[in-house]
């Protein structure tokens, strides 16, 4: 329900704060005193599309802001919570502002959302009923979710029940084409995979054996030099070749002593020399053994040659260095795993979606029987409906399309609303063949059967009742406050029957004031109210009798017939 509604600066109105209550409130005026300005202001609250020229002549911007009840529907709360909004006390605060620059933004409970959003919230919050757009009912595609909610539990379930089924057709269907229709690409990439884990894995790789590789390569390619750079080293420092370097130090270690006594610089000096004869010594006895294990083995090169030949060919392939082709060997491993896995389960797939699709043939049928009788409870409510508002022959049916061999989310049928206005013309869309008063009676007429299903807490009827009048006109007022009695309605009209059952009014007047136009809103009481009446009764000279009778109707219509 709309509880409140701020406007800054749209079109003629500068700034206005009004107040609404539940059941019907009216709003009335002369035309283009900005009644409709309202309407479009609370449409913008509920997502309706934004522009710059709804800004007032000279704002940088126009700012709106209503206050709402949460509609009680859990699916509407599931809304909030997908979109991070907390409604725990019970309210919306839905602020929206449109700036001269282009720039739109929208809050709701603080929240920032985008247009979008503000559309889904504003569905279930906001039903707009207008002459040349009836929202919801006068769109196709919404008729068969209102043949649901009309049907009842037992058809929503069956409805839940066969979109569930739907969702496992649609997996299993997605999957299967993919595979048939890359089957030989599909097949490629299998072999291939198998070739390159077969290939790798043949290789037997380690992770750090090309560098030991390598190194082994050139100690056995340089295998000369070596062995002469350790023979010279040994003989060197043994004395093979001259006097030996070992004893040659040792001598010089053994003077140096004898004077380390004197200086300080001598003890160092003779330090260094033991230290140097020591780690001489160490490197002897290295070379020596160096020397003892080497050995040249040609066959041993060949083998590492051919070993580090493949494993750059896999390089190459696969990756820059060793490590880089195990990483890939790891990852087409994987792949190849699931894709043999996928292969294993073709034929399991394909018999699951053929259960699948014969479940849902069965709860397809079986929605449509069910959807079949509710279609003919519901066309035998509006033809009540529809006598009572003096169209006693006027025929409404619920037309129901097979789609064949095709399956889709709601059902395997479209379902539109059709009707036959007058005998003799063709039987066709309610969107094409109704217009005019006839289009308001059949909107009414759905309107209050609808009304308390559909869960809407707030519906705006902008002149819905053009072009009727006597009986027709009291009719589709005694509708509009039906309908209010489930849901909150906020109506605009020129009717006074219509404006006298309603329990609240306002009055919309524009006026001057430094050469700008302005809109302004009153809230009638009771004597204003029938001066109202009477204005929408005789128009602009009111007289005694007029105001009687508009006394009468307001008395008729306030205090029961």
């Given at each position: 329900?709309?509880?409140?509604?701020?406007?800054?600066?749209?079109?003629?109105?500068?700034?206005?704060?009004l107040d609404f209550a539940d059941?019907?409130?009216?709003?009335?005026?002369?035309?283009?005193a900005g009644k409709s300005i309202?309407?479009?202001?609370?449409?913008?609250?509920?997502?309706?599309?934004?522009?710059?020229?709804?800004?007032?002549?000279?704002?940088?911007?126009?700012?709106?802001?209503?206050?709402?009840?949460?509609?009680?529907?859990?699916?509407?709360?599931?809304?909030?919570?997908?979109?991070?909004?907390?409604?725990?006390?019970?309210?919306?605060?839905?602020?929206?502002?449109?700036?001269?620059?282009?720039?739109?933004?929208?809050?709701?409970?603080?929240?920032?959302?985008?247009?979008?959003?503000?559309?889904?919230?504003?569905?279930?919050?906001?039903?707009?009923?207008?002459?040349?757009?009836?929202?919801?009912?006068?769109?196709?595609?919404?008729?068969?979710?209102?043949?649901?909610?009309?049907?009842?539990?037992?058809?929503?379930?069956?409805?839940?029940?066969?979109?569930?089924?739907?969702?496992?057709?649609?997996?299993?269907?997605?999957?299967?084409?993919?595979?048939?229709?890359?089957?030989?690409?599909?097949?490629?990439?299998?072999?291939?995979?198998?070739?390159?884990?077969?290939?790798?894995?043949?290789?037997?790789?380690?992770?750090?054996?090309?560098?030991?590789?390598?190194?082994?390569?050139?100690?056995?390619?340089?295998?000369?030099?070596?062995?002469?750079?350790?023979?010279?080293?040994?003989?060197?420092?043994?004395?093979?070749?001259?006097?030996?370097?070992?004893?040659?130090?040792?001598?010089?270690?053994?003077?140096?002593?004898?004077?380390?006594?004197?200086?300080?610089?001598?003890?160092?000096?003779?330090?260094?020399?033991?230290?140097?004869?020591?780690?001489?010594?160490?490197?002897?006895?290295?070379?020596?053994?160096?020397?003892?294990?080497?050995?040249?083995?040609?066959?041993?090169?060949?083998?590492?040659?051919?070993?580090?030949?493949?494993?750059?060919?896999?390089?190459?392939?696969?990756?820059?260095?060793?490590?880089?082709?195990?990483?890939?060997?790891?990852?087409?491993?994987?792949?190849?795993?699931?894709?043999?896995?996928?292969?294993?389960?073709?034929?399991?797939?394909?018999?699951?979606?053929?259960?699948?699709?014969?479940?849902?043939?069965?709860?397809?049928?079986?929605?449509?029987?069910?959807?079949?009788?509710?279609a003919k409870r519901l066309e035998?409510?509006?033809?009540?409906?529809?006598?009572?508002?003096?169209?006693?022959?006027?025929?409404?049916?619920?037309?129901?399309?097979?789609?064949?061999?095709?399956?889709?989310?709601?059902?395997?049928?479209?379902?539109?609303?059709?009707?036959?206005?007058?005998?003799?013309?063709?039987?066709?869309?309610?969107?094409?063949?109704?217009?005019?008063?006839?289009?308001?009676?059949?909107?009414?007429?759905?309107?209050?059967?609808?009304?308390?299903?559909?869960?809407?807490?707030?519906?705006?009827?902008?002149?819905?009742?053009?072009?009727?009048?006597?009986?027709?006109?009291?009719?589709?007022?005694?509708?509009?406050?039906?309908?209010?009695?489930?849901?909150?309605?906020?109506?605009?009209?020129?009717?006074?029957?219509?404006?006298?059952?309603?329990?609240?009014?306002?009055?919309?007047?524009?006026?001057?004031?430094?050469?700008?136009?302005?809109?302004?809103?009153?809230?009638?009481?009771?004597?204003?109210?029938?001066?109202?009446?009477?204005?929408?009764?005789?128009?602009?000279?009111?007289?005694?009798?007029?105001?009687?009778?508009?006394?009468?109707?307001?008395?008729?219509?306030?205090?029961?017939?």
């Amino acid at each position: 329900m709309l509880q409140e509604l701020t406007i800054d600066n749209l079109a003629i109105i500068n700034h206005l704060t009004l107040d609404f209550a539940d059941q019907m409130t009216v709003l009335t005026g002369e035309t283009g005193a900005g009644k409709s300005i309202i309407i479009d202001a609370v449409g913008l609250l509920a997502g309706g599309r934004g522009s710059t020229d709804f800004i007032r002549r000279g704002a940088s911007k126009l700012t709106l802001q209503g206050q709402f009840t949460v509609p009680k529907a859990p699916a509407y709360h599931d809304l909030l919570d997908r979109y991070g909004i907390d409604a725990s006390d019970g309210t919306l605060i839905i602020s929206r502002e449109i700036h001269q620059t282009g720039r739109n933004t929208i809050r709701v409970n603080g929240t920032l959302i985008n247009a979008t959003a503000l559309r889904e919230l504003g569905s279930g919050l906001v039903d707009i009923q207008g002459q040349n757009e009836h929202q919801r009912l006068m769109q196709p595609e919404n008729h068969l979710p209102m043949l649901d909610q009309f049907a009842g539990a037992a058809v929503l379930d069956l409805a839940k029940q066969y979109r569930q089924v739907y969702a496992d057709y649609q997996q299993l269907k997605a999957a299967v084409e993919k595979k048939k229709e890359n089957e030989q690409l599909w097949a490629q990439r299998l072999d291939m995979l198998r070739y390159q884990v077969q290939e790798i894995e043949r290789a037997e790789l380690k992770a750090d054996e090309e560098d030991q590789l390598e190194s082994e390569r050139d100690r056995l390619e340089h295998f000369q030099q070596i062995n002469n750079a350790l023979n010279q080293v040994v003989a060197g420092l043994n004395g093979e070749e001259g006097a030996p370097v070992l004893d040659q130090v040792a001598e010089m270690r053994s003077q140096v002593e004898a004077i380390e006594s004197f200086d300080q610089q001598f003890a160092d000096l003779a330090k260094g020399l033991g230290d140097a004869y020591y780690s001489l010594q160490d490197a002897a006895e290295t070379a020596s053994r160096a020397l003892d294990g080497l050995e040249f083995d040609p066959g041993r090169l060949a083998q590492i040659e051919d070993r580090l030949t493949l494993i750059g060919d896999l390089e190459h392939k696969y990756g820059d260095r060793l490590p880089d082709v195990l990483a890939y060997y790891e990852k087409i491993r994987a792949e190849l795993a699931e894709m043999e896995k996928v292969a294993d389960s073709d034929n399991d797939q394909e018999q699951r979606l053929a259960a699948t699709v014969a479940k849902l043939t069965t709860l397809g049928k079986q929605l449509t029987a069910a959807r079949k009788q509710a279609a003919k409870r519901l066309e035998q409510a509006v033809h009540q409906q529809l006598r009572e508002l003096y169209m006693e022959r006027a025929v409404f049916s619920v037309h129901f399309t097979p789609l064949g061999d095709q399956f889709r989310s709601q059902g395997v049928d479209e379902v539109e609303f059709y009707i036959q206005t007058n005998p003799g013309e063709r039987m066709g869309p309610l969107a094409k063949i109704a217009s005019g008063g006839e289009l308001s009676r059949v909107m009414l007429a759905l309107k209050t059967i609808f009304a308390q299903s559909e869960g809407v807490t707030s519906i705006i009827f902008d002149e819905v009742d053009t072009g009727v009048s006597g009986r027709v006109a009291q009719a589709i007022a005694d509708k509009i406050k039906l309908i209010a009695t489930d849901s909150q309605v906020l109506c605009i009209t020129h009717l006074p029957q219509v404006a006298a059952v309603a329990q609240h009014h306002f009055l919309i007047k524009k006026r001057v004031e430094n050469e700008r136009t302005t809109t302004s809103v009153t809230p009638l009481g009771t004597e204003q109210r029938i001066d109202e009446l009477a204005r929408m009764l005789a128009g602009e000279t009111v007289t005694k009798l007029t105001r009687d009778h508009a006394r009468e109707l307001l008395k008729m219509e306030q205090g029961g017939k």
